[in-house]
C-alpha cells in the first residue's frame, strides 16, 4: 500500500472531527475519521480538507500536525491503554476481590476536554480566511499525480454543492458508509 501511496494525494474531508474537535469523547466515526488522518499523515500523502455551506478549504501543513494533536489532547488518545486513566481504574476494579453484598455501582467519566487557549481558538478563523487559497494550491501542486477526495465520515454527502471543487478539479471521489 505505501508504494502505491506513495505517488498519490489524499484530500481527506475532517468536517466532522473540526467540527466536534473540542469534545472530550469522540464517536466511533469520529475515531475513524481521525484514524485515517493519522495514518494517511505518516504516508505524507495527506491534506486535510473542510466543506462547508460557502467554504471549502484546506489545513496548511503546520495546521494540520497542530489539528491532530489537539485532537488527540483533547480526547484523551494515548498511545497505549495502559496511559489511559478510565482503562487503569476499570483494571484495578476487576482485580478486587468479588464481594457479592457490595452494592455500590462503579462510575467513571471521561475527563473534560482541556479548554482551548485563545491562539487555538482564533486558528478557525484562519483557517477559513486562508483555507480556499491552500487548497487551490494544493490542488494546483498535485496535478498528474494521482488525487482522491475521501470522505470516511459520510458527512454532509446529501449536499452535492459542496463538493463542487472535486469535480471543477477532476478529483475523484470515495466515500465510505458506515453500517451498509
Given at each position: 500500500?505505501?508504494?502505491?501511496?506513495?505517488?498519490?494525494?489524499?484530500?481527506?474531508?475532517?468536517?466532522?472531527?473540526?467540527?466536534?474537535?473540542?469534545?472530550?469523547?469522540?464517536?466511533?466515526?469520529?475515531?475513524?475519521?481521525?484514524?485515517?488522518?493519522?495514518?494517511?499523515?505518516?504516508?505524507?500523502?495527506?491534506?486535510?480538507?473542510?466543506?462547508?455551506?460557502?467554504?471549502?478549504?484546506?489545513?496548511?501543513?503546520?495546521?494540520?500536525?497542530?489539528?491532530?494533536?489537539?485532537?488527540?489532547?483533547?480526547?484523551?488518545?494515548?498511545?497505549?491503554?495502559?496511559?489511559?486513566?478510565?482503562?487503569?481504574?476499570?483494571?484495578?476494579?476487576?482485580?478486587?476481590?468479588?464481594?457479592?453484598q457490595a452494592t455500590a455501582t462503579l462510575r467513571l467519566s471521561p475527563p473534560k476536554a482541556p479548554l482551548p487557549n485563545a491562539r487555538l481558538l482564533g486558528a478557525p478563523l484562519g483557517d477559513f480566511l486562508r483555507g480556499r487559497k491552500v487548497l487551490s494550491r494544493a490542488l494546483q501542486q498535485a496535478r498528474g499525480i494521482k488525487r482522491?477526495?475521501?470522505?470516511?465520515?459520510?458527512?454532509?454527502?446529501?449536499?452535492?454543492?459542496?463538493?463542487?471543487?472535486?469535480?471543477?478539479?477532476?478529483?475523484?471521489?470515495?466515500?465510505?458508509?458506515?453500517?451498509?
Amino acid at each position: 500500500m505505501i508504494l502505491l501511496l506513495a505517488s498519490m494525494k489524499i484530500f481527506l474531508d475532517i468536517t466532522r472531527i473540526y467540527a466536534r474537535s473540542w469534545r472530550a469523547s469522540p464517536t466511533g466515526i469520529d475515531r475513524v475519521e481521525w484514524a485515517y488522518a493519522q495514518h494517511l499523515q505518516r504516508q505524507d500523502v495527506l491534506d486535510l480538507v473542510f466543506t462547508l455551506p460557502k467554504v471549502s478549504g484546506q489545513l496548511t501543513a503546520q495546521r494540520k500536525g497542530e489539528f491532530l494533536a489537539q485532537i488527540g489532547r483533547n480526547w484523551g488518545e494515548m498511545p497505549k491503554a495502559t496511559e489511559d486513566p478510565i482503562f487503569v481504574a476499570i483494571g484495578t476494579w476487576l482485580r478486587q476481590p468479588l464481594n457479592l453484598q457490595a452494592t455500590a455501582t462503579l462510575r467513571l467519566s471521561p475527563p473534560k476536554a482541556p479548554l482551548p487557549n485563545a491562539r487555538l481558538l482564533g486558528a478557525p478563523l484562519g483557517d477559513f480566511l486562508r483555507g480556499r487559497k491552500v487548497l487551490s494550491r494544493a490542488l494546483q501542486q498535485a496535478r498528474g499525480i494521482k488525487r482522491c477526495y475521501l470522505n470516511v465520515s459520510h458527512l454532509q454527502i446529501e449536499h452535492p454543492q459542496r463538493f463542487q471543487w472535486t469535480q471543477q478539479n477532476g478529483v475523484p471521489v470515495t466515500l465510505m458508509l458506515h453500517d451498509t
